[in-house]
């Protein structure tokens, strides 16, 4: 039976797919998704010809350099905060969900200095975060600000933890980075950049779904594309069945 994908891709045509005729397609795309659209993108090209080209930061980045005029194919934010405005102006075709994630925190495995969520407020641990306009930063802060309301770690919880902060970096990968050598004590995370190269260096401590909400990845083709029929046949294979099966082996939720 072909794919979802494959019934689209031949809709499109061969003059968009094959590769004869296939240009070079860039894609924006959080930092979060470096592993699971790397794949992705290699499968895409062998199916069709393309040649894709990434480029993975903190949202917030990539939303700037596309206000500015960055030439891009397709967006894959990890919140529709940073997606959103773009749509508004005319730059970007509505977002589409294609995967969900939840927060994690770790701690370097040579570590001891935090073993459970009630240590982040502990005076001297140092805790890195991204920072607040970070898709994952933003959601790190909301996670704290819940936990403080539920009164379950005193209610100046939040206040406390952010007593602790040595680092603010500018996408979710440096968080993990500084963990991974050492530089601080704990840090928040998405679940899906505990990695296999990740995980050899870092314990986590997991956040109860009652604080840690659902965030949602919206994608879509962007009004400047200059090849929008492959920018549109790339956003289908991400919502496939085929692209979905890769999402999830790198710890996404399923879009549906």
Known sequence: MRSAFTLFALCLGAACLSSAHAAPLTIFAASSLTDAFTEIGQKFDAQTGNKTVFQFAGSQALRTQLEQGAGADVFASANAAQYDPLVKAGR???????????????????????????DLARPGVRLVLADKAVPVGSASRTAFDLITKAGTYGADFSKRVLANVVSEEPNVRQVALKIQLGQGDAAIVYVSDVTPA?????????????????????????A???????????????????????????GFIRAK
């Open 198 to 222: 990740l995980k050899k260096d870092v314990r986590t401590i997991g956040l109860p779904s009652r604080f840690n909400p659902l965030v949602s990845y919206p994608i879509g083709t962007l």
């Open 92 to 118: 970007a075709a509505t977002g589409q969900t294609f995967a969900r994630n939840r927060l994690t925190v770790i701690a370097p495995k040579s570590s001891t200095a935090v073993k459970t969520l009630a």
């Open 224 to 250: 400047a594309s200059k090849n929008p029929a492959a920018a549109r046949a790339f956003v289908a294979y991400v919502l496939s069945a085929e692209g979905q099966r890769v999402l999830n082996k790198w």
